[in-house]
């Protein structure tokens, strides 16, 4: 049996509510829109009392189901004007689901002048908001230090830094990982730290104690299922195990992580270098998942078990993909950040021509303690130094001018937590990548325009885990993308697009795509999971197509129109080095991925 | 016989262009609009290359139609991303009409990479795109006396100042006045110093040496209308004689400036005082027009013809208004700054809780020095208030922080030169007075709710000008505000959007609305002239809202929604005090303004 926990931050008084029927199926990302579009005004100020919370784990959280601990995050993003839904690995999701939560709604804030934090404490059919006065101000690898400890129950914690406290727009959720060794799990995007801020909600603590194992309707279906895509995932080349048999490594994911693209997106042409100015970086291979596996492996070897450094490290409890990572320090074994994915590799490396490791590492942890998400800020980096307030390449000046945002009376501290988009038109900078205001994240789209219609047309703002085609298109770059299911780019976009948002709400991990698409037992497999889970047969693109369809209407009464759903103008007149691509899906195609709904 | 002259950035080319018939009834404001929704992709980057500037006088410029010499501008917004059109005195529109030119239209841009700055120079069937690199990066005052003393024709004299060169979102228009003593003039609102700067334009000058003034089609009904015109000003208590027949002071504009409204709006609790947050400001009277009116007299006093204080100062040939100033220091009897309208005197005065006449006056000339917008610069410095980082009443640490924008390195003054949205968003703060993305002025929406529903659908963004309803509203303040001609809000403000529309038109200077709408002769006059210049009937409300259509059309293919014409939420839930009112037009009725066309 399953409950909502409703907080109104006016008074800080909570309710339980019944789950009403409609919303029996939905779970994460489903769960979290249709909340958001059913009980917020699409033209509340983000930041004001109108805007509300919702934090839902994904259907299958707190379940045996390989790798289906993903937290959902939604509200009105203060970065784009519109609907967000962003989310993360961790911890949470799984005590919320052990405890029986669909989802946690936070509304109304304190009055405006006040000056207390709060946090909200959530246990097996208990809340508590509590006053944490003590918990603000400081940075996020202390305060979750903090938590576990006043908190000795292993809780998931999720909450804002010192950018989501001010209110700061690039502000992300921080979720602690299973050792509490970092607040690196990050449900980053659009700002929805500072929609936390804005209710003074610091952080939302999950004590599982006494909580239980969901259990599903159909106990067979689910177990063959989630067996079945156990096995697909275990089997893919880029999801499988970390060795083959002969020993050698094996799954791409768990040996080298997401930023296993790096190199192959440079070679590609396809990776975003120097501000969106060339898809080719010749520092690539030292800052790659390669290095990192290198790096780990020779601190293991001088270290051995005292050394912190991993790949093959998982973000979710019950997760087999595990392919997150720990970067040590080679001199002293010890962890440098947790995870460094591609997108913060690219987002500091690449996107920044910074090619030295551990400054792109550091610039990593300093968003982890500060609050900010990656992505943001290695494009609001890159706006400052498109506007020549720091120098392309130099690693130290980025890491020293990331460090303004600490300050509270910092100017350029607060420009850059402000975002891409702030910072670069602040600078007059006029090629700014962004669509809804949100930074384009780490594939160029000129070379791959698939990518391009999922920025342009998600009603997340660009984002590239919204509508993966990266998966569909990276065999065929360089400007003859082709397309292996023959789907012309909006098609192949608007399936990524329902596909995902699917997937958002099952609580799975998104990359079980690759052995899905791929294997028809993988698909039959992750289906039978949901499906033997809800007692239920769920079509997983209509439901897919429901929860965008709640994301554009959302999006549509805030005012939003086709000319929202448009990469900036550059990408159309600025030819991408080395293969001379500019980004060319017409207007009319690109209106054509939600034409139909 | 008027013609067009289009300037290509491209390669600094130029040609003369027969005026399209479509086109021949358009000046100003009409003209510029026309051509930007014609010929400007509306979803095009503003600061890039498929922008356009379009550059009009009114009809009557040059002639001897009474206040007939304003000058309009237009382009797609910065500040906003919609159309816009900023108009301004000075020399230039008369200038242009002299030299029949009907607009300059100057459209791409030198390459991304180009160190290069041009200024325009249009002569009689001349024009000459100069490399004028020394003006750039000086302050506006140096950079007309130069342009002055390099031209010594007295040309009237545009454009933009280091602001704009730098593309900054609040940058204006400059615009010489009558003596060269001051910038002053400005077409600030929208950005559109940065277009200029965009272009790599920083100045167009004006040369009407053998020019001629302008032929009415119909001389006499064109001489009956400017004359019965010019007697209804001259009768106005508004816009009429300095003195009346016993030597009392009369007209109020000429005696106390535009700056007469600062007590009134204070007294009827309307006055946008600390940021929006009281309609009634205590040091009113310190900063008001009255007040400058008595410095004049003792500055004059003191000094004899000496003095450089003035009231009843035109700001265009031929102005018969003469609402504008020049505030003098009392103890050497020069010039301080010039002029000193409402608009700025609340922007740094009442919205800052300033009320030291001179810092007010300071903040202003540095606004005119740095190429600024005061409304948005003044609503910047609110939202540095607001953010803790100077302030409320600290008019010395205003005047410091301001300074800031002259470097091209601080980051707080880009930040001010971006704007109210930008800056208020940066440091968190949740009150932000703008409409469209633009500040708004000097009257609280709350007490006067028809100049609310104006700034919430011009398609100008927060503009008093564009449909001055307060004219009709000033009678009936607080709370029970009554309407002499008994429309509703919306019908009131579309009113007054399409007059105005009209007036923008014909170059006449906005303030012989009061003379027009309170006397039949007046508005007669006005039409005779209009007509009698053109040789043409011209309904006056129907060429109003077909300005108002394309404009809407622009804003439409740009991708603005009705949630655009919102005012923002804090006006709807933050009583104003004294008199506690909201702003409670309905969104309903909001949108009949335009919903008819």
Not at 359 to 369: G, I, Q, S, T, Y
Request: charged fraction near 25%; charge should be negative; glycine fraction near 12%.
């Amino acid at each position: 049996m399953s409950t909502i926990l409703r907080v109104d931050m006016d008074d800080q008084s909570h309710k339980w509510e019944a789950v009403p029927k409609k919303y029996e199926t939905l779970g994460g990302r489903a769960f979290t829109s249709a909340v958001i579009n059913d009980e917020v005004d699409p033209t509340c100020h983000p930041l004001r009392e109108f805007n509300k919370i919702v934090i839902a784990p994904g259907l299958l959280a707190g379940t045996a189901a390989p790798s289906s601990g993903r937290l959902s995050i939604g509200g009105k993003s203060p970065l784009t004007g519109g609907i967000k839904e962003a989310n993360a690995g961790g911890l949470t999701a799984n005590r919320l689901g052990r405890l029986g939560i669909k989802g946690i709604i936070i509304e109304g804030a304190p009055p405006a002048d006040s000056q207390d934090w709060y946090s909200i404490v959530a246990g097996r059919d208990s809340c508590s908001v509590v006053k944490t006065n003590d918990y603000a101000g400081i940075g996020c690898y202390e305060l979750i230090g903090r938590i576990w400890k006043d908190y000795p129950v292993k809780p998931g914690i999720i909450g804002c830094g010192i950018t989501g406290q001010r209110l700061m727009k690039s502000a992300g959720v921080f979720g602690n990982d299973l050792e509490n060794r970092s607040p690196g799990r990050y449900a980053a995007r659009g700002g929805l730290g500072a929609v936390f801020g804005s209710k003074r909600v610091l952080a939302v603590i999950s004590d599982s104690t006494d909580g239980a194992i969901p259990l599903p309707k159909d106990k067979d279906r689910f177990d063959k299922g989630r067996e079945a895509l156990h096995e697909a995932i275990d089997k893919h080349v880029v999801t499988g195990k970390l060795n083959d048999a002969q020993g050698n490594p094996y799954g791409e994911l768990k040996n080298y992580g997401t930023n296993i693209l790096q190199n192959f997106l440079s070679e590609n042409g396809a990776l975003p270098t120097r501000g969106f100015s060339s898809g080719r970086f010749s520092g690539a291979a030292r800052i790659s998942g390669e290095a990192v596996h290198e790096l780990v492996d020779r601190t293991r070897a001088k270290f051995g078990g005292v050394a912190e450094g991993r790949y093959a490290h998982p973000c979710q409890p019950g997760c087999v993909i595990a392919c997150s990572n720990i970067v040590p320090f080679e001199d002293t074994g010890k962890a440098h950040v947790s995870p460094l994915e591609y997108e913060s590799a690219w987002a500091f490396g690449s996107n920044l021509d910074i090619d030295v490791l551990h400054d792109v590492a550091e610039l990593n942890r300093l968003c982890n303690d500060l609050g900010l998400d990656a992505i943001e800020t290695g494009n609001a980096l890159a706006m400052l130094m498109e506007g020549g307030v720091i120098e392309y390449g130099d690693g130290p000046a980025a890491i020293e001018t990331l460090k303004e945002v600490y300050k509270p009376d910092s100017i350029i501290g607060r420009l850059i937590a402000s975002g891409t988009k702030t910072t670069g038109e602040t600078l007059g900078v006029t090629r700014i990548p962004v669509v809804k205001g949100q930074a384009i994240p780490a594939y160029d789209p000129r070379p791959i325009r698939g990518i391009g219609v999922t920025y342009a047309t998600t009603p997340m703002g660009a984002d590239h885990t919204a509508g993966y085609t990266i998966a569909a298109e990276l065999d065929g770059i360089k400007g003859t993308v082709t397309d292996p299911r023959e789907l012309k780019k909006a098609e192949l976009s608007r399936y990524f697009q329902a596909l995902t948002a699917y997937i958002d709400a099952t609580g799975y991990c998104l990359f079980i795509a690759f052995p899905v698409l791929d294997n028809d037992d993988g698909f039959n497999g992750m289906v039978d999971s949901v499906n033997g889970f809800l007692g239920k047969d769920i079509d997983v693109i209509e439901y897919g197509l429901d929860v965008l369809k709640n994301e554009r209407d959302f999006n549509k009464r805030a005012g939003f129109t086709a000319e929202d759903d448009r990469l900036p103008e550059f990408f159309k007149s600025e030819p991408l080095p080395p293969h001379k691509l500019t980004f060319d899906v017409s207007d009319e195609e690109i209106d054509t991925v939600f034409g139909g709904i």
